[in-house]
């Protein structure tokens, strides 16, 4: 029987300005140096609805919502991504846009 942390997970990932003056700069770059902060062994599928962030993230060996979320947060605390914010998970919509 395969053990189910060594299975692949899904988690969407959204990430928005702060506001409109915030300065974020474009959604796609915001992506790449989110990415670059993440955890290697994972996997990534921006996609780009309006000017948000939706990251597909997927993990092996049981990385929870939870556990992703706080990695996310952490990246977004470097100088590159502050005028960026983690909001509730990326919905169908934009999981598949």
Excluded: F, N
Excluded at 60 to 76: F, N
């Amino acid at each position: 029987m395969t053990d189910p942390t060594s299975l692949p997970a899904d988690h969407h990932v959204l990430i928005v300005p702060l506001d409109q003056d915030s300065g974020a700069g474009a959604p796609e770059l915001a992506a790449v140096r989110l990415i670059a902060l993440l955890p290697t062994q994972w996997r990534y599928a921006p996609t780009y609805p309006g000017q948000k962030v939706c990251l597909r993230v997927v993990t092996t060996g049981g990385a929870t919502a939870a556990e992703v979320h706080s990695q996310v947060d952490r990246a977004l605390t470097d100088p590159g991504l502050r005028a960026w914010r983690r909001t509730t998970t990326c919905d169908e919509r934009y999981a598949s846009a």
